[in-house]
């Protein structure tokens, strides 16, 4: 029984003043969030735009990923950039895409269609990266992802759009031969996340160990914030791999750690996690006995600079390090390079800047390079070689390899 | 155990009579603006105006079962997701032209709907609602596992616009959006048509109470199947057009999210009249997109608008006009 | 001797199973009475999760004490939904209900998203760690905790349904409203108990599972949906049938994940309602 009441004077007044509120206080939200300069903007500014995952399953990514470059953004805008002798500040317009393929589309035509900027970081999902490239060359405006793993995005490749780390099928010939040097398996499986990545990954490795006559007899896969694992890991157990790889994110590696040992897998399994079991917060997740002994691929080692970051974002955000973070601060010191290297905020010429760009970065020396391997194509893709790390009872990173 | 008290039909249809010319004033203004828009505005727009336009279609669809039927369903997003696997696959995999994968694609998105809509209507109200939800979810799964025939988490991708017809080309945003928008048109036509006519009154009934519909004659369980089978259809349909027009297919897309928010975009526009999920579309899309650039705070706002819609206008924007006293 | 493989798997069924139970008894119990499939209690699994979380990190509480505080929030909230919300929509039909619990659903998750951002954090609980060996069965002390934690709020739930003036009531508003109200049934304090009881058993249940798992904003859609079925198998309105819906559903998830498919043991819980819905739409104990 509802009320069929046409409304007095009185309350189509109060929603009137309803909505005309709702509607000043959206614009005031979008003028003190969008625009934080004074009216008369600061006409030296240079735009970039970032799209990442900052809801859903993967929002760790692009919460990470933006702290890297809000730290390194701190440190260009402190410097300021010069271009023909004239200062410029970089402002990094940032959107959520949720690591949705139709999310980033429409992010990254905003951000270039609208908010106008020469350059776009992102994605971190290789979902959203191959959705998002062929709009960086159909507007030439160069592309920089921040950790999109699929062998896809760069092979054969997009003119404008760039990787600095290497991609799965660049990772695993370079590491398979180290670890088959010195865990010498006879039988590898594989427990991975049901998504881009972590198929990717198996694909890989699978393919690797192959060549060197080492079969997977078992392989799982799971989905995104999957929270038991004790199916999938007796599973595993009945078909006595010496190796498995585990594949996903920190918190779904401890938890696969943990239930591996509740179960009695471990230490009889060597288990060797994908790059994000190589980071910290995995033993602060699961606790350092948990995971003592257990192996991981990591992109970075822990050097000197790495630590100061570290430390950096402890101070600023109170979180503890991982490698997207690595990766954005060292994609917008790319970045910034290249228009330094151009003189210019041409995106074209940026681009070319890009191409032949050198630079020391955190995670390894980033060059991005067109070339051919293994029948593959791959354009303006990076080449650093990984690592093999194994973790001690007191936390830390023993490096194994190579 | 749903009782729905709209204004009753008569009264309804004489307003529709009394000051026509003026009451198509501003539909005629909205036709104009959306169809000349590729011409004054970026592609992005153009972009987010063709996925709300998909939203729209399968929002007034979906009208039909929740509004029209009074059946409250979760799995849009699931029949929108086989609509576009099915034409991708079939365009892709086996070279068919879209004018011969669409419809093969939207009669194979109805058989699945008859087939799972005949058990699964003899449920009422929340059971009913509760099984779609799984389904939608277990659809998202196969979408998801089987990598052979999707293409699962690595995305189905390669998907071209469809054929030209004649001079006519669908190539780029702007044709595809006039597509879409074409297609929005002869749907919602098609489906007001359906509305008004007996069938439509019938189906009202059946929302109002079924046991009485069935006492008085009416094949109460052919009709339910009809309505949910016509609703999946519409969706199945605009999964095709969004399948050849973004080019890239990926699970995550058609998760109940996408459900959930269809359920939503009828919901604020008002239930039940057709045009009210269509603004609702319209509205969600564009506070969405507005709120873009806040990420974190986004989706809390927009659940507690929504909550406060529920709270104090049941029945949506429509709801609200009327009472104002417009229409 | 059976493989102490599919015995710990078994085990574990049991253990999800109660939980499921658990969550079902709740949801059955609000449905049955209010007529409201409560989807806001997916929320508030999260959120009574949450609190337990920052109670144990924050606060150091240890983890056998979350569980009352964790069973006040709940309450609190069902409480405050159903006296704020539902309440005035009541009049508006099952359909306007149901599709606000839906959005507090929404709304709960995203305020945790906001609030704990969306990384799946892992509660640390000591009575996990030590893994012992009963029988055979590979387990902890902490399913243990599961194990006698639910059992003894069976007992009690079932004692306070059956011997109680409340309890009684209940049931009477669960069997026919209208008439329970012409016997002067108070079905206001009904309905706040109602949502209460459902609210506590929920939070018990998110925090009795949490350690087990991570906890994350996306925690409750999943629960929340096998709770459904589960009230579906077991019969709307029985809790017998919750409990023993519940652990047929653990026990066919865990043993199905192995034998059948792990990547699809979400869709054991489909086929089970499909089935139940029709062989036996009354469920096993229903009685409507």
Redesign the interface.
Same mark, same amino acid.
């Given at each position: 029984m509802s009320e069929k009441r046409r409304l007095g004077k009185k309350n189509i007044a109060i929603i009137i003043i309803a909505v005309v509120v709702i509607a000043i206080g959206s614009v005031l939200a979008w003028y003190f969030i969008m625009v934080p300069a004074a009216p008369g903007v600061t006409p030296r500014v240079i735009k970039i735009g970032y799209t990442a995952p900052f809801t859903g399953p993967a929002a760790e990514f692009g919460t990470n990923g933006w702290r890297g470059i809000s730290i390194a953004l701190e440190e260009i805008n402190a410097r300021g950039v010069f271009i023909k002798g004239e200062k410029y500040t970089v402002e990094v317009i940032r959107y959520d895409d949720r690591c949705e393929p139709t999310e980033g589309v429409a992010a990254v035509r905003k951000l270039i269609l609208e908010d106008k900027v020469i350059a776009i970081l992102g994605s971190h999902c290789s979902s959203v990266c191959l959705a998002i490239a062929p709009l960086c060359d159909q507007y030439k405006i160069p592309g920089l992802t921040i950790e999109c793993a699929a062998d896809a995005v760069t092979s054969p490749g997009f003119e404008y759009y760039f990787r600095m780390r290497p991609s799965m099928g660049l990772i695993a010939p370079l590491i398979t031969p180290v670890i088959i040097d010195k865990l010498k398996p006879s039988k590898i499986g594989f427990l991975a996340i049901n998504d881009d990545y972590g198929r990717s990954f198996v694909e890989s490795f699978k393919k690797n160990f192959e060549r060197y006559k080492v079969p997977t007899v078992v392989e799982q896969y799971f989905e995104r914030g999957a929270t038991d694992f004790y199916a999938y890991l007796s599973a595993i157990k009945a078909a006595k791999p010496d190796i498995v790889f585990y594949v996903g994110v920190t918190p779904e590696g401890a938890l696969i750690l943990k239930q591996a040992r509740e179960l009695g897998l471990i230490p009889e399994i060597k288990f060797i996690g994908s790059e994000e079991m190589g980071e910290y917060e995995l033993v602060s997740l699961a606790g350092k006995e948990v995971v003592a002994g257990t192996y991981a691929i990591s992109l970075w080692a822990p050097t000197p600079e790495i630590r100061e970051l570290a430390s950096k974002v402890k101070q600023k955000f109170n979180a503890p390090m991982h490698y997207a973070i690595v990766f954005g601060y060292d994609a917008l010191h790319v970045l910034v390079k290249a228009i330094e290297a151009a003189q210019s905020l041409d995106p074209v010429a940026i681009h070319d800047a890009l191409k032949k760009l050198e630079h020391k970065g955190l995670q390894g020396n980033i060059k991005f390079e067109t070339f051919e391997y293994e029948g593959k194509l791959f354009m303006n893709q990076g080449r650093y070689a990984p690592y093999l790390i194994r973790w001690t009872e007191t936390g830390e990173k023993e490096l194994i390899g190579p | 155990m749903v009782s729905r008290n709209k204004s009753n039909i008569n009264s309804f249809r004489m307003r529709l009579f009394y000051p026509r010319a003026i009451r198509f004033l501003p539909i005629v203004v909205i036709m104009v603006i959306l169809i000349t828009l590729p011409l004054y505005a970026s592609s992005y727009i153009v972009f987010v105006a063709a996925i709300a336009l998909l939203y729209a279609i399968v929002a007034a669809g979906y009208d039909v079962l929740l509004g029209y039927t009074g059946q409250l369903s979760f799995c849009q997003g699931a029949f929108y997701g086989i609509g576009a696997y099915t034409s991708a696959i079939l365009t892709v995999n086996y070279g068919w032209s879209f004018w011969q994968a669409m419809p093969v694609a939207v009669l194979f998105v109805g058989l699945i709907s008859a087939i799972i809509g005949y058990p699964a209507l003899r449920l009422r109200g929340a059971y009913f609602a509760v099984t779609t939800f799984f389904l939608a979810h277990f659809v998202y799964l196969i979408f998801l596992n089987e990598v052979s025939l999707t293409g699962g988490p690595l995305g189905f991708r390669g998907i071209r616009p469809p054929e030209p017809i004649g001079p006519l080309s669908f190539e780029g945003i702007a044709n595809g959006y006039l597509l879409i928008l074409f297609s929005f048109i002869i749907i919602f036509i098609l489906l007001r048509m359906l509305v008004n006519s007996n069938i439509g009154l019938i189906l009202k009934s059946i929302a109002q109470d079924d046991v009485l519909a069935e006492s008085i004659g009416i094949n109460v369980a052919a009709y339910k199947l009809l309505s949910f089978v016509i609703s999946a259809i519409v969706a199945g349909y605009a999964g095709t057009l969004f399948a050849h027009f973004f080019g890239i297919l990926h699970p995550t897309t058609f998760s109940w999210f996408l459900s959930e928010m269809v359920v939503i975009m009828t919901l604020v526009g008002g239930a039940g009249t057709l045009i009210g999920p269509i603004l609702g579309a319209g509205i969600v899309t564009f506070i969405l997109e507005f709120l873009r650039f806040a990420p974190e705070i986004r989706y809390i706002a927009w659940a507690i608008a929504l909550i406060a819609i529920l709270m104090f206008e049941p029945k949506g924007l429509m709801g609200l006009l009327k009472r104002m006293g417009v229409r | 001797m059976i493989d102490s493989?599919i015995l %710990?798997?078994v085990f *574990?069924g049991v253990i999800l199973g109660l939980i499921y139970g658990l969550m079902a008894i709740g949801l059955t119990m609000i !449905?049955s009475i209010t007529?409201l499939?409560d989807f806001s209690q997916g929320g508030i699994y999260i959120i009574t999760a949450y609190v337990a979380y920052w109670a144990i990190t924050l606060f150091n509480v240890p983890y056998l004490l979350t569980i009352p505080i964790g069973a006040l929030t709940g309450i609190l909230l069902s409480v405050v939904f159903e006296r704020i +919300?539902y309440n005035?929509?009541r009049?508006?039909? +099952? #359909?306007?209900c149901? #599709? =606000?619990a839906?959005?507090?659903f929404?709304?709960l998750e *995203?305020?945790a998203? &906001?609030l704990w951002?969306? $990384? &799946? $954090?892992?509660m640390?609980v000591p009575e %996990?760690?030590v893994?012992i060996n009963l029988f055979g069965i +590979?387990?902890?002390y902490h399913r243990i905790i599961i194990l006698i934690v639910s059992v003894l709020l069976f007992i009690i739930i079932h004692l306070f349904i059956k011997y109680t003036k409340i309890g009684m009531a209940m049931r009477a508003v669960a069997e026919d409203r209208e008439i329970a109200e012409l016997m002067g049934v108070d079905t206001r304090r009904v309905y706040i108990a109602t949502w209460a009881l459902g609210g506590a058993l929920t939070s018990v249940a998110a925090i009795l599972v949490s350690p087990?798992? =991570?906890v !994350?904003p996306?925690?409750g859609?999943l629960p929340l #949906?096998k709770a459904?079925?589960v009230v579906?198998l077991g019969g709307f309105g029985s809790i017998i049938g919750a409990l023993i819906g519940g652990l047929i559903l653990g026990l066919i998830e865990?043993i199905g994940?192995?034998y059948v498919s &792990? &990547?699809?043991?979400?869709?054991f =819980?489909?086929i089970l309602?499909?089935l139940t819905?029709?062989l036996r739409?009354k469920g096993l104990f229903g009685r409507r």
């Open positions: - | - | 493989v %710990t798997q *574990n !449905w007529d499939p +919300v005035r929509l009049p508006s039909g +099952v #359909l306007s149901l #599709l =606000a839906i959005a507090l929404f709304l *995203n305020v998203n &906001a951002t969306p $990384k &799946a $954090k892992i640390s %996990t760690e893994s +590979v387990t902890s087990l798992y =991570a !994350w996306g925690m859609t #949906l459904l079925v579906i865990t994940a192995i &792990a &990547a699809y043991q979400h869709g =819980a489909f309602l499909l819905l029709s739409p």
